[in-house]
């Protein structure tokens, strides 16, 4: 799927099936970006929703500059920080809620490998400052561009490189000997 772009020029053609698609393919992702904003997986999911609602009804919005993902992450962003406006207080869900949720299917062994190692990388990166964790999330576990990381974060591309090289260097003392091996 190219970005989404033809799923959702598809979709604007009328095949309905094609936004199941779109929304397959980026649910996930979404919502545990978001729930780095809102700390709570029930609400995130929600805002997630509320974005493909949005993509849905004001269809002549997205223009293809950007990748779809890119455009999709904006708006959770957008409504994320409204959201954390509107409240007061805000309730705070553990962070490894959000990593459950972002959990591939696989097999038990691989998770099993996987998991203190990611556990180590998800905790540290917890600790950082939250532009530099929204940086590190989009750059390296969205595996967006900088550029595209950028448009979701309302920065230059050199605001997002700055943060990335400082998360990196806090992570590192963060994780200690074996941030090394991890980073």
């Given amino acids: 799927m190219d970005n989404g772009a033809s799923s959702f020029r598809r979709f604007l053609d009328g095949d309905e099936s094609a936004f199941d698609e779109i929304m397959k393919e980026y649910f996930r992702s979404l919502v545990f970006f978001i729930c780095r904003y ?4 029930n609400i995130a999911e929600d805002i997630a929703i509320d974005a ?34 509107r409240q007061k207080h805000a309730e705070t869900v553990g962070f490894s809620d959000a990593v459950e949720l972002a959990s591939e299917d696989g097999e038990p062994a691989d998770a099993v490998l996987q998991g203190e190692r990611k556990k180590a990388v998800n905790l540290a990166v917890a600790k950082l400052p939250p532009e530099m964790a929204t940086a590190v999330h989009l750059v390296y576990i969205e595996e967006m561009t900088y550029d595209e990381a950028a448009k979701v974060m309302k ?20 994780l200690g000997e074996e941030g090394r091996q991890l980073l």
């Fill in 52 to 85: 493909f609602s949005d993509l849905c009804v004001h269809r002549h919005r997205y223009n293809f500059k950007v990748s779809l993902k890119t455009y999709l992450f904006m708006i959770g962003r957008s409504r994320a920080l409204d959201y954390l406006k």
């Fill in 38 to 41: 809102v700390r709570d997986v």
């Fill in 155 to 174: 920065r230059s591309r050199k605001q997002v490189d700055n943060l990335l090289y400082r998360a990196k260097k806090e992570l590192r003392s963060i």
